[in-house]
């Protein structure tokens, strides 16, 4: 089985609308620390990304959750891994992540980083599926919406695979 990509969104194109979002984050936090608090490991690209356009104090943290499930199907159980190593008590949070198909990890996570009583907390995804979703969830800055298709790049993984491309793109298989 070959597997070939096809682009959906171009790095010109992301690279575009993380500068508005930076813009929009810079322009809302003037004056003020943030911590992007980035869910490992598909949104360590990201993350990264968007820290670099960041123009007020930024510090960054990570988090590690789990779904378990038998196989490729979750369970929907979102259990953490690894939480944040900084007190985020009185702190501007912003949540980075990659995709949000289901919400359950966007939304277990907001439960979770509440419950410490951060000064803010706000929600970043690159991607967005809105038809999976199962969990509402409030999304703060949305990169961009996308239809239900398995995509790969700028972090996402097929089997731990593609997550060093420079753009969001398709598998399509020739078998
Ligand atoms: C992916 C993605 C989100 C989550 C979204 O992580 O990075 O964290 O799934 O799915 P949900 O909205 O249905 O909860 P994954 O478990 O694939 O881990 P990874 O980031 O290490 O690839």
Redesign the pocket.
């Known amino acids: 089985m070959n597997e070939k990509i096809k682009v959906m969104i171009d790095e010109e194109t992301i690279k575009k609308r993380l500068e508005e979002i930076a813009t929009q984050i810079n322009r809302e936090f003037a004056g003020q620390e943030i911590v992007l608090a980035c869910?490992?490991?598909?949104?360590v690209f990201i993350t990264c990304e968007l820290a670099k356009l960041i123009t007020v104090p930024v510090k960054m943290d990570f988090v590690t959750?789990?779904?378990y499930g038998s196989g490729t199907i979750?369970s929907g159980v979102?259990r953490m891994v690894k939480d944040f190593d900084e007190d985020i008590k009185d702190k501007n949070i912003i949540v980075i992540?990659?995709?949000?198909?289901?919400?359950?990890?966007?939304s277990y996570l907001f439960n979770h980083i509440k419950k410490s009583n951060p000064r803010s907390l706000k929600l970043f995804a690159l991607l967005d599926k809105p038809e999976?979703r199962v969990v509402n969830v409030n999304i703060d800055y949305i990169g961009f919406s996308i239809p239900d298709k398995f995509v790969v790049g700028y972090?996402?993984?097929y089997d731990q695979k593609y997550r060093n491309l420079s753009y969001i793109g398709v598998i399509e298989t020739d078998q």
């Open positions: 869910v490992l490991k598909g949104s959750l789990s779904s979750s979102v992540e990659d995709i949000v198909d289901s919400g359950r990890t966007l999976r972090g996402l993984d």
